[in-house]
Every structure is written in structure tokens, then in C-alpha cells.
């Protein structure tokens, strides 16, 4: 058994993708190991949310959690901002971390694009913060998509200097957990780009919240080429469309991207589209009329929080009291 540590910003628009690559695997994680699930409202301060929409998203990130079947009685569920030791941690690193690391990081390349000299301080030590989070715990792992490697990467190099610096043990390095089964979902509008929550159209993506029509009108919107479908991916190497579509369906009935084109192979795109519509609205629509029930609830979502909180900060205080003497502050 290891523990655990992995998070969601609540910046809105919690898609299909932030489920099939992400909470649908943590669901089955807290089955055989300790975990601790952040919604990580310091991260998505980097892109200045509206506060009121914070809130609500934060929310909303815990009922999807929750209806998601992460169970608050086995896992931590708690806000990143509440345990001040996250920051504190990512400081000290900040001043263990060469600029030089942090350059090479393509995730803030591609969130700067061409506005980096615009780009604000907390963007480009996201990943910093990000080791903060896993090593404040001693996450012996950490559940990661394609995207995260180089992040958690990072979060074992300043594991590594953190010890050297001070000639000590502390932090062990986490291990990634990649699992076979995680999708990387790409847009509904374009197969080369990822799905994501900051693509500017809506149809782009499933939200968890969108209803069963609403699921129905963006997959037959969704780009497709005019050919039929082959019956092995190799087959199809220059149609994104085409394998995003069978991938996502894939995933979502248990299927290899293998298996899915072999089901689909000479078929249409609209026979695939309503099987797959079919498909999504089986695993999503449970899970939305559960987040419609419990955000009726605020308080007894924050009731769930506060219990991660005080689980989360157990730890926490501990962990960071013991770095304070590491690195010489006075225990007053
Ligand atoms: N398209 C995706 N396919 C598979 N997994 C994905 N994840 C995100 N998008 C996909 C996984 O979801 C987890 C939480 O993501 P996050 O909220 O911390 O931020 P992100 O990875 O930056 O997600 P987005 O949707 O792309 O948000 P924006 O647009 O705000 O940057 C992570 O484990 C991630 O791998």
C-alpha cells in the first residue's frame, strides 16, 4: 500500500478527458491505497478566475469527485489553499530550484505561447508548486497522464536536491503510475490538440455537466473525415478524428483502441457517433444527475471538505514542521 496524491484545478468546464485520464482511475486507487484528492485552487489562481466562479467550481470539482464514486469516507477530498504548508513548501523549493529546470518545462511553453514576457510568476512555477503538493504528503506515487511526466519528473529532481543540499533522507522519490487504461482525449474539433478545459469553444468537449441531448449534439458536431472506418488503427494514422472518436468509445465501454476499430471497421461515422453518444451517456449521466443532487447541498459538500482538511493537514503540519528543522528555522 502507497499513498497517494493527485488534484484537479477548479477553473471550470471539467470535461470527459479530466475523467477518463484522470478521477476514473483514482476511483479505483482508493480501493488498495491511501489517497488524498486536492482540488488545486492555488494552481488555477495563475489564470485570475473571477472569484465567485473559484467557488463555485471548487464545488463543483468535489461533487464530480464524489459522484464520481471517490468516497470521502476512504480518501481525503480537500482545497489546496486551506493548507498553507503547500505554499510554504513551494517556497523553499523555489529557492533549491535552478531557473534552468523550469525553462525546459513544456507545459508552460505552451500555456505562454507567444505572451511569455506577459506571463505571470505563478504560471512558471507551477510545476515548483506542484512538487510541493506531492512531497508535503510523501506521495510514494502519483497518478500521471502523458501531459504530468516531465512535471513529476521535476518534483523528484527537487526531491533529490532537497536531500543533497541538507545531507539528508527526507523525501523518497514518488513514483509515476501510469496506467495502461488512462485515454488521452483530444478535442471533439481538432484530434491534434488535447481536450481541454480552456479550449475556447464549448464544442470542444463534454462537460460533466452537460445533459443527454446537449452529449448527443456535440459528438454529431464533432469532426470526422469522409471515409469509412478501418479496422486497425495503423490504418488510420493521419485521421486524429477518427481515432480520438474510437478511443474515447474505447474507453468508456472497456475497449482497446484495437478492439473498438475491429467493432467499427467498415462502418459509418454516424453509426459510430450514436453508438458512442449511447455509450458516454450510459457512465456520464449517473454521474451528473449526482453533481446536480449534491450542489443543491453546498454545506454538505464543504461538511466533505473540511473533513479532507483536517485529514490532509495531519499530515501536513507534521511533514512541514520537521522540513523547518531541516533547513533551520527556529521552532518558537
Ligand atoms: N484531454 C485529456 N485527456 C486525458 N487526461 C486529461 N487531463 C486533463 N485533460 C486531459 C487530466 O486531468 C487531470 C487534471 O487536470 P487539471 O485540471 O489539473 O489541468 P490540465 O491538465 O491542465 O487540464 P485541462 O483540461 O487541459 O485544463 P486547462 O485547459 O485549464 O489547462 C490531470 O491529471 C490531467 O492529466
Not at 512538487?131 to 521535476?154: M, R
Not at 471515409?227 to 478524428?241: Q, V, Y
Request: hydrophobic share 40%; with cysteine; aromatic share 8%.
Amino acid at each position: 500500500m502507497g499513498r497517494i496524491l493527485s488534484g484537479v484545478q477548479p477553473t471550470g468546464n471539467l470535461h470527459i478527458g479530466n475523467y477518463l485520464g484522470a478521477i476514473r482511475n483514482w476511483v479505483k486507487l482508493q480501493e488498495v491505497h491511501e489517497t488524498l484528492f486536492c482540488i488545486v485552487d492555488l494552481h488555477a489562481l495563475t489564470t485570475l478566475p473571477n472569484p465567485a466562479e473559484m467557488r463555485q467550481y471548487t464545488r463543483e470539482v468535489a461533487a464530480a469527485y464524489i459522484a464520481s464514486g471517490i468516497d470521502p469516507e476512504r480518501s481525503a477530498i480537500f482545497t489546496q489553499s486551506t493548507i498553507l504548508a503547500h505554499a510554504e513548501l513551494s517556497w523553499i523549493f523555489s529557492c533549491l530550484t535552478p531557473l534552468g529546470w523550469l525553462n525546459r518545462m513544456i507545459q508552460f511553453k505552451e500555456k505562454a505561447g507567444k505572451h511569455r514576457e506577459q506571463a505571470n510568476l505563478g504560471l512558471y512555477a507551477y510545476p515548483v508548486l506542484q512538487a510541493a503538493d506531492i512531497l508535503l504528503y510523501k506521495a510514494t506515487h502519483v497518478p500521471v497522464g502523458e501531459d504530468q511526466k516531465q512535471h513529476l519528473e521535476l518534483a523528484r529532481d527537487i526531491a533529490g536536491a532537497f536531500n543533497r543540499q541538507y545531507d539528508v533522507d527526507y523525501f523518497k522519490l514518488p513514483e509515476p503510475l501510469i496506467f495502461p487504461t488512462a485515454a488521452r482525449v483530444m478535442s471533439l474539433r481538432d484530434g491534434t490538440s488535447k481536450m481541454s478545459k480552456s479550449d475556447a469553444s464549448d464544442y470542444s468537449r463534454i462537460h460533466f455537466l452537460d445533459d443527454p441531448d446537449t452529449i448527443a449534439l456535440k459528438i454529431r458536431k464533432a469532426k470526422t473525415d469522409p471515409d469509412p472506418i478501418a479496422g486497425i488503427p495503423e490504418a488510420m494514422e493521419n485521421r486524429p478524428e477518427a481515432l480520438n472518436l474510437l478511443g474515447i468509445y474505447g474507453a468508456f465501454a472497456d475497449l482497446s483502441l484495437v478492439d473498438a476499430c475491429r467493432k467499427f471497421e467498415g462502418a459509418t461515422f454516424s453509426s459510430l457517433k450514436q453508438s458512442l453518444t449511447d455509450q458516454i451517456i450510459s457512465v456520464m449521466d449517473p454521474i451528473r444527475l449526482r453533481m446536480v443532487e449534491l450542489l443543491k447541498d453546498p454545506q454538505y459538500i464543504d461538511a466533505i471538505l473540511k473533513r479532507g482538511i483536517e485529514k490532509a493537514k495531519g499530515l501536513a503540519l507534521k511533514h512541514i514542521g520537521e522540513v523547518h528543522d531541516i533547513v533551520g528555522f527556529l521552532r518558537l
